[in-house]
């Protein structure tokens, strides 16, 4: 049996000379992740797919050079737009141009295409954004309200809204249907570059050269967080599938945010350089970035990048009063509701609002479109890619494999050609050749084996504090200067760790601070209640060492509130969390067995309690379902078999607690 090859995290793909001149935009396929368009100086379009060096097709008609693409959702059509102003629409399966838009005054600065409709966004530099009929070949609105250059527009998830980003540090919301904005969001302090909605919930995401990225809430129109520690401009995001993190692309590196509260999950060391844009393909993040005339693509393996929180629940800072806890994430969010045909409404609501814009097709503009061609220059990769007519499934196919990892120990020639960012990142921190993966993956790019897992169960006893190493802090250097680097960049990560931590910890004294007060003022009782309230299972886990050291506190209203936490804290991960919570259940059984012996031995009184025949039945039928599902089960592991048990004893102690407070006297007689 072959012994399994240490791979990388990231690695460089491919890069090709996309044009005769300097490249000056380029876009990925959000669908497939292997469409890739370029475009330059040299007034052309070229098509690729990401891992192959031939040109598929070049599109031509554009008489400056190409400032912006985008291609549709199903990969049929691109649009660009140039620095004329004028904006073309190629068919790709037809392999010929579709529409010439004429009528913005400047640069095409963002492009995008609606979800479900025939419609096309444009933001230009004279800071009009107009939507366009592709079908009709005609500006159908037009929106004002920007001052400066619209750089980034997308359409909301069911089709109904347009985000739009501008160097005039704001973003604004429209609505289409109504054909007016909705919001304007002013907090930020520098150009705002990019915009992403969340795929599910009503959640916008915003980059700017202020160095930050922003949520903002759809319903409520406030900041929902901002993460302010980046070193450079932020100039591409993109959100999970599943909504659970978001990716920003910067300078040799892609960092892993979440929002609420406002966390970095991960950061893994890629060096593109500036990428340009992002797309997330069978576990795998394509990046791909451009200098000059050469373009290069980029690969992640998102399965070893962490994307969930690390830190505790239940964080709140220093100034800030205590409130009770509310549930937090997409509970919170209302979720967008996808038409299952394509969008009507909008169209002929903009339609009805817009006919003193509309422009009818013109002799000069029929002479664009026949002096725009689509050549193609691989007939073999086009009749792969785009399939004329739908005759077979396109290519690359819907379930398309995911690139292969190259071993770690092959060397990577464009490691070593890019220069360090002088953007502090700990990535800079780390060997050329890294040691295995400890317990839990820091949140750097490591190169642990593919078949090593993340433990089950993170031991109590440790030598070592979870997601540090040690060897991380101590690269190979060659030179004294670089010496010196390192170590101030290795001072400042240290630093910036060191705040996280204590944030965490401070949140955790101040909310044990808060169960003391009420255990002053009160009983033990509300002080679990608070301590539950909190949301936090560190809190519950340190008032649970405090009562188990008396097993005189323990009571039935007390093991009431105590026994849904000790479930949570026996399915936890932490060995600490677990083996607090198996304490609390053994003095449970110890004080109260005898009582939970005899209610279920008593024999029956005069009459007939249904409902404590009921809870006895409920509980029996529990229990044979959960034998049952432990001898079908019995080869899947000893951990497996220990929850269930678990889960049967927690059931039968609620059952007889409830019933150890039904008085005889009240017992129903038939």
């Given amino acids: 049996m072959a012994e399994a090859v240490a791979t990388k995290t990231a690695w460089k793909l491919h890069e090709i000379t996309a044009h005769s001149s300097n490249v000056s935009s380029l876009v990925l396929g959000k669908t497939s992740g292997r469409l890739l368009a370029t475009g330059g100086d040299d007034c052309r379009v070229n098509i690729w797919s990401v891992n192959k060096p031939n040109c598929i097709m070049s599109l031509t008609g554009h008489t400056s050079p190409i400032e912006s693409l985008q291609v549709n959702t199903n990969e049929k059509l691109i649009v660009a737009g140039s620095q004329s102003g004028s904006i073309r629409v190629w068919d790709l399966e037809a392999a010929k141009i579709l529409r010439s838009l004429l009528g913005h005054k400047a640069n095409i600065c963002s492009l995008d295409f609606h ?7 444009s933001g230009s530099l004279d800071t009009n954004i107009k939507l366009w009929d592709v079908r009709k070949k005609s500006c159908v609105f037009r929106y004002k309200g920007h001052t400066e250059a619209v750089r980034c527009l997308r359409f909301s998830p069911d089709g109904k ?8 540090h704001t973003v604004k919301l429209w609505d289409l249907v109504a054909g007016k904005l909705v919001f304007e969001f002013t ?6 570059n990019v915009v992403e909605f969340h795929p599910n919930e009503y959640l916008l995401a915003s980059g700017s050269s202020d160095r930050t990225v922003r949520f903002w809430d759809l319903e409520k129109f406030q900041v929902v967080s901002c993460i302010e520690e980046e070193a450079t401009p932020v100039r591409c995001v993109l959100f999970n599938p599943d909504g659970c993190c978001l990716y920003s692309g910067f300078q040799d590196s892609l960092r892993v945010y979440g929002w609420e509260p406002e966390r970095c999950f991960d950061v893994v060391l890629v060096n593109w350089g500036k990428v340009a844009d992002l797309s997330v393909r069978n576990n795998q993040l394509i990046g791909v970035s451009f200098a000059q005339s050469t373009v290069s693509s980029f690969v ?9 929180d690390s830190i505790p ?3 709140i ?9 509310t549930p937090t994430g997409s509970s919170l969010r209302r979720i967008y509701d996808r038409p299952s045909t394509s969008c009507s409404k909008p169209q002929s609501r903009v339609k009805h609002n817009s006919e003193s814009e509309r422009r009818s097709p013109s002799s000069e503009d029929d002479r664009d479109e026949k002096e725009s061609k689509a050549e193609i220059q691989n007939p073999e990769d086009y009749n792969e890619i785009f399939q004329p007519k739908n005759a077979i499934c396109r290519t690359p196919p819907r379930n398309s494999e995911p690139f292969p990892a190259p071993p770690e120990d092959e060397p990577i020639a464009a490691k070593e050609a890019v220069k360090p960012t002088r953007a502090p990142d700990v990535q800079m921190l780390l060997p050329k050749q890294e040691l295995p993966n400890p317990v839990q993956r820091p949140p750097i790019a490591s190169s642990a084996p593919l078949t090593r897992a993340e433990p089950l169960v993170i031991p109590a006893a440790r030598n070592e504090p979870i997601g540090l190493k040690a060897s991380d802090f101590l690269p190979a250097v060659k030179s004294q200067s670089q010496t010196e680097l390192v170590d101030e960049e290795a001072i400042s990560q240290i630093r910036k760790g060191h705040e996280t931590m204590c944030v965490v910890l401070t949140s955790r004294r101040k909310n044990l601070d808060t169960v003391q007060a009420v255990w002053s003022s009160s009983d033990v009782k509300n002080s679990v209640d608070s301590a539950v309230a909190i949301n936090d299972l560190s809190v519950v886990v340190d008032l649970l060492n405090i009562v188990n050291q008396k097993p005189s506190l323990w009571k039935l209203d007390l093991c009431a509130i105590v026994l849904p936490q000790v479930e949570k804290l026996l399915q936890s991960k932490y060995e600490s969390y677990v083996q607090t919570g198996c304490t609390s259940l053994k003095l449970i059984l110890q004080r109260f067995l005898p009582l939970i012996t005899d209610i279920l031995a008593a024999p029956p009184s005069v009459g007939v ?3 404590r025949e009921e809870r006895i039945c409920c509980g029996r039928a529990r229990g044979g379902e959960l034998v049952r599902r432990s001898h079908q089960c019995s080869r899947s592991g000893m951990c497996n078999r220990r929850k269930r048990t678990q889960e049967w004893v927690l059931g039968g102690l609620r059952v007889n607690a409830t019933s150890s407070h039904t008085p005889a006297s009240h017992h129903p007689h038939t």
Avoid: F, M, N, Q
Avoid at 161 to 167: G, K, T, V, Y
Avoid at 187 to 192: D, F, I, K, L, R
């Fill in 609 to 611: 309690d249904i409902t």
């Fill in 115 to 121: 979800p479900y409709g025939s419609i096309v966004a």
């Fill in 161 to 168: 809204w347009l985000a739009s980003a501008a160097d005039d």
């Fill in 300 to 308: 992640v393996d998102l399965s070893r990048v962490t994307k969930s």
């Fill in 317 to 325: 800072r220093d100034d800030e009063p205590l409130v009770p806890p």
């Fill in 187 to 192: 907090e930020h302090t520098g150009p705002v």
């Fill in 313 to 315: 629940h239940g964080l």
